[in-house]
């Protein structure tokens, strides 16, 4: 049995008003949900990053995944200072590089191209999830 506290943390950015932001929120919500639901959790950055005590309790010292829509990469560098330990840091724009041309969709609505790239996004997030599990 894998306790909460031993979930590998999936933290995506809020990229509020762009779509790689709701791409990094979906794609963190499928592996939690539906591909690695016993092995993952998530923890919202908005709570990180205004120093929320539980959230903090939540990701310090544990393993994180962070998800960022664009290189400021909010979500990576607020999960380190909160003392998350980031092992594995995925820029949600570089995964449109595999898909030029793409039309993924608005801030707040995906087409059908925007929720493949979020499948992709997530089964690759899903398997770093089940290495670092096995890593323990």
């Not at 990469?73 to 898909?99: P, Q, W, Y």
């Not at 790239?117 to 089940?130: F, L, N």
Request: hydrophobic share 40%; aromatic share 4%; proline share 3%.
């Amino acid at each position: 049995m894998i306790f909460m506290s031993d979930r590998i943390k999936v933290i995506p950015c809020s990229g509020m008003g762009k779509v790689y932001g709701l791409v990094a929120r979906e794609s963190a919500l499928k592996v939690v949900q539906e591909l690695c639901p016993q092995e993952s959790s998530t923890v919202c950055l908005a709570y990180i990053v205004t120093g929320d005590q539980e959230a903090k309790e939540l990701i310090e010292g544990v393993k994180c995944i962070t998800l960022d829509g664009c290189p400021s990469m909010c979500a990576e560098k607020n999960a380190e200072l909160a003392g998350g330990l980031v092992t594995e840091k995925v820029r949600v724009i570089d995964s449109f590089r595999k898909h030029k041309g793409a039309k993924p969709g608005t801030a707040t609505e995906l087409t059908e191209e925007g929720w493949l790239i979020v499948d992709e996004i997530a089964g690759e997030i899903a398997e770093k999830v089940k290495l670092l599990r096995k890593e323990g």
